[in-house]
């Protein structure tokens, strides 16, 4: 495939340029297909043959930067690009490469500085806004192909709900307040009935909807890769953790110590993480009508 397609003179030209990810959000892109008649891909290595991004309208930039090989190319491509989109939470906040940056790892790679034919890791895995301006941000893991589309502008009627738990539809009920937490994949989901009335470490009251609540509609606790509602967007940590505290005081009786322990856990840490990412001092905080 070369993306050469001969389209009208009309027609966008976008480009994807993949740094240290997993190629989840492209996925997403190409099953999210009403975008090929009206945009020309011209350069995403996942598919498309070519070597170099010339000028493009639209540059969606997924995965995070790894390597100076990734920085090297975010900023060559970033010179080309009318707007850049930072799409996924590895290209948002570093995704799973950063929760990688061990000492002992960094110092046998950093070590080696003629290594050939393997770029050399920088010292931590970084958002792409540490490199380049960000005129978007599309975060997600990855972002649903209804997410792509109303980012490039293709569907015009997109609405999201400020938060998942808005867009799940499940019913807060005052007469189950469970004592404990159930783990992620223990215990049987009752169909209708809020994720947190049953007992189920759900932060979906937090997280930014747009996703149209794909994991918690079925039974699946929301974990937070759409990243903060607008309301935590410009706020500090404590914010949304005491708001996250209140929701649970409120709708449970699960002590405070074993809610902490569980929102600080592994399982946890690659996107409840990030909400903090948005407000970091030491860069001007990500402004939510930058945030789809």
Known sequence: MTGEKDVGPCVKRFAVLQLSGCS?????????????????????????SSHNISHVDV?????????????????????YADQVVAVGTCAISGGISSLGDRDDVRELFLAQEERRLVPRLLPKCSPIDT???????????PPTPELFLA????????????????????????????????????????PDICLINQGFLCVGTSTRGGCRALCTRPGHPCVGCRG?????????TEKWLNVIRRVFSKMTDIPDDELDEALRSPQLSMFLFQ??????????PRKKEKVL
């Open 24 to 48: 989840g959000c492209e996925v997403a892109l190409l099953n999210a297909g009403e975008w090929i008649d009206q945009y020309r891909l011209v350069y995403m290595p996942l598919v498309v």
């Open 59 to 79: 540059l969606l930039v997924t995965g995070g930067i790894r390597t100076d090989e990734d920085l090297h190319n975010l900023r060559r491509a970033a010179r």
């Open 131 to 141: 490199a380049v301006d960000v005129d978007l941000y599309l975060p997600g893991c």
């Open 151 to 190: 980012v490039l502008q293709i569907s015009s009627d997109f609405e999201p709900g400020k938060t998942v738990c808005q867009e799940c539809g499940r019913k807060k009920v005052a007469d189950m307040r469970p004592k404990h937490l159930l783990g992620h994949q223990h215990g049987e989901v009752l």
């Open 228 to 236: 903060p509602s607008d309301a935590f967007i410009e706020e500090g």
């Open 275 to 284: 909400f903090s990412d948005y407000f970091d001092a030491d860069r001007p």
